[in-house]
């Protein structure tokens, strides 16, 4: 007889049904937020018989105690003036305004009950591919019967793209680059992995710090929030019975 399968859990509360297609990132999410509804739990922020997640959507009421636990137990201080001006030297095309890129992608979608390895090993074969295709006129035929994104049907272009016009993930990848051609690492986004060729590039203007200082200390909250955090959870995790899931593979503890 086949032994029983147990969904993945902290603590013995499932994150998933035992017949639910999930993902492995999504899993790691909710193995997160479970680690924090339970410490808001422990730390009398929200009553005991909070009902256990559906199909990982927590109440209202868990949502508002695990900001509350975070905001007491990630004290994290306003980042310095020095601070803010190295970081605003080193990223300087991050505050350009107006730049951007013209672009076409072939675009690998993550949907539920897909074999996500399976995925990127083809994702990576495309890349191989139409990196070895030196004039680039294979790209838009391998878009067009490649493709999960509706621009497929126009090649994979994007047209011409700012920070504002696309995921945060793929506008890190194709700003504040020289690059131009198929680039030379597949891109991840919420959407799944891109195959990414920059046809052209456009700089923009470069704003004063005095400008963007507001900007910058914001971006390096951000990065001290993601830090603790993530140092928060794997405390979290360390006291926890964790079964089914692996927190160290997340590149974020949270995803957006």
Same mark, same amino acid.
Request: with cysteine; net charge negative.
């Given at each position: 007889?086949?032994?029983?399968?147990?969904?993945?859990?902290?603590?013995?509360?499932?994150?998933?049904?035992?017949?639910?297609?999930?993902?492995?990132?999504?899993?790691?999410?909710?193995?997160?937020?479970?680690?924090?509804?339970?410490?808001?739990?422990? @730390?009398? =922020? $929200? /009553?005991?018989?909070?009902?256990?997640?559906?199909?990982?959507?927590?109440?209202?009421? +868990? *949502? #508002?105690?695990?900001?509350?636990?975070?905001?007491?137990?990630l004290?994290?201080?306003?980042?310095?003036?020095?601070?803010?001006?190295?970081?605003?030297?080193?990223?300087?095309?991050?505050?350009?305004?107006?730049?951007?890129?013209?672009?076409?992608?072939?675009?690998?979608?993550?949907?539920?009950?897909?074999?996500?390895?399976?995925?990127?090993?083809?994702?990576? @074969?495309? =890349? $191989? /591919?139409?990196?070895?295709?030196?004039?680039?006129?294979?790209?838009?035929?391998?878009? +067009? *019967? #490649?493709?999960?994104?509706?621009?497929?049907?126009?090649?994979?272009?994007?047209?011409?793209?700012?920070a504002?016009?696309?995921?945060?993930?793929?506008?890190?990848?194709?700003l504040?680059?020289?690059?131009?051609?198929?680039?030379?690492?597949?891109?991840?986004?919420?959407?799944?992995?891109?195959?990414?060729?920059?046809?052209?590039?456009?700089?923009?203007?470069?704003?004063t710090?005095e400008?963007?200082?507001?900007?910058?200390?914001?971006?390096?909250?951000?990065?001290?929030? +993601?830090?603790?955090?993530?140092?928060?959870?794997?405390l979290?995790?360390?006291?926890?019975?964790?079964?089914?899931?692996?927190?160290?593979?997340?590149?974020?503890?949270?995803?957006?």
């Amino acid at each position: 007889m086949q032994a029983l399968q147990l969904p993945p859990s902290i603590n013995g509360v499932p994150l998933a049904d035992p017949q639910e297609p999930i993902d492995d990132e999504t899993l790691r999410q909710r193995a997160c937020t479970e680690l924090l509804r339970q410490a808001a739990m422990a @730390a009398g =922020l $929200l /009553d005991g018989d909070d009902p256990p997640p559906l199909l990982g959507a927590i109440t209202d009421e +868990a *949502s #508002t105690a695990i900001e509350t636990l975070l905001d007491e137990a990630l004290k994290l201080p306003d980042p310095g003036e020095e601070a803010c001006r190295r970081h605003h030297a080193a990223n300087l095309s991050r505050y350009a305004v107006g730049e951007r890129a013209q672009v076409r992608h072939v675009l690998f979608a993550v949907t539920p009950g897909v074999d996500v390895n399976l995925l990127r090993k083809r994702a990576e @074969a495309c =890349l $191989l /591919d139409l990196r070895c295709d030196a004039g680039g006129s294979r790209f838009a035929a391998v878009a +067009a *019967s #490649t493709s999960n994104c509706p621009s497929g049907a126009d090649g994979g272009e994007l047209g011409w793209l700012r920070a504002e016009d696309c995921a945060p993930e793929l506008a890190r990848e194709i700003l504040g680059h020289a690059e131009i051609g198929v680039l030379p690492r597949l891109v991840a986004t919420r959407f799944g992995l891109h195959v990414v060729e920059v046809l052209a590039r456009e700089p923009g203007a470069q704003p004063t710090y005095e400008s963007v200082r507001a900007a910058v200390a914001q971006a390096l909250r951000q990065q001290a929030f +993601a830090t603790a955090l993530r140092q928060y959870l794997q405390l979290l995790a360390g006291q926890a019975e964790l079964r089914g899931v692996d927190l160290q593979a997340a590149a974020s503890p949270l995803v957006q």
